[in-house]
């Protein structure tokens, strides 16, 4: 069974920048969609971004989108997130999600399985 693992969380100013990985212990094909989601403290876990393995597909949120990149690295196996222009309301646990290809990026039940996060905080 594929396991996620996410890094490159932590403390970073507002305006900072920040790259966040997520490595995949084996291709699967349900990581033929991987995703981005962020829980902040007492709100529900949010779309952030998402790609196909094929590259072919990117969506963001609103939320960030000009701001984030999602790419997959050298590392077929390696997804990763950079984050510019971070904003205090950007703090949050991230987690990688994987899904088989043709699921709903946004919607939280389409994945099957998560890594257990990577903490990113902004300060003001």
């Known amino acids: 069974q594929v396991q996620l693992v996410e890094s490159g969380g932590g403390l970073v100013r507002a305006g900072g920048s920040l790259r966040l990985s997520c490595v995949a212990s084996v291709r699967t094909s349900n990581t033929d969609t991987t995703a981005w989601f962020r829980q902040a403290p007492g709100k529900e876990r949010e779309f952030v971004a998402a790609?196909?393995?094929?590259?072919?597909?990117?969506v963001y949120s609103d939320s960030v989108k000009g701001r984030f990149l999602i790419s997959r690295g050298y590392d077929m196996n390696a997804v990763h997130l950079q984050m510019n222009n971070l904003k205090p309301e950007d703090t949050a646990v991230y987690y990688c999600a994987g899904a088989p290809f043709g699921r709903d990026f946004y919607q939280t039940n389409e994945y099957v399985v998560w890594g257990r996060g990577t903490q990113v905080t902004v300060s003001s």
């Open positions: 790609m196909t393995w094929s590259g072919g597909d990117t």
